[in-house]
């Protein structure tokens, strides 16, 4: 196995880790976990959960520091439309109603700081 390969297993294995921490937050604000990691072509969403009637994508992102702007400045503009694409590719594949309401949230740990922000973006 060469260098690459274990690193590129590392960030995944840390990655998972704090998508596990995120699921924990969710879950003990009342929120239900129904998919992580929900891959198809053209991207991937962390964590799709539940809460009452409405359906929430969720974005995981971990910055161990600030210096660079946080974990927030890691989800970009761009970022957030093809969270978009694939939630609607989601919603298309597990036959759920368009009228559906959705919300898009993130899950923002800096450091050992843990925030949930609703309605992060539309």
């Given at each position: 196995m060469e260098r690459t390969d274990i690193?590129?297993?590392?960030?995944?294995?840390?990655?998972?880790s704090y998508e596990s921490?995120?699921?924990e937050r969710?879950?003990?604000?009342?929120?239900r976990i129904l998919r992580r990691n929900y891959r198809v072509r053209?991207?991937?969403i962390d964590i799709i959960a539940a809460e009452d009637n409405v359906l929430v994508f969720v974005e995981v992102k971990y910055r161990n520091s600030i210096k660079y702007g946080g974990a927030w400045y890691a989800?970009?503009?761009?970022?957030?439309?093809?969270?978009?694409?694939?939630?609607?590719?989601?919603?298309?594949?597990?036959?759920?109603n368009m009228n559906t309401i959705c919300r898009f949230d993130a899950v923002l740990i800096d450091g050992t700081e843990v925030e949930h922000i609703r309605n992060a973006w539309m």
């Open positions: 690193i590129k297993i590392n960030k995944r294995n840390l990655g998972s921490l995120a699921c969710l879950e003990a604000e009342g929120m053209i991207g991937e989800i970009p503009y761009s970022k957030q439309q093809k969270i978009r694409r694939v939630a609607q590719w989601y919603m298309n594949e597990n036959h759920i």
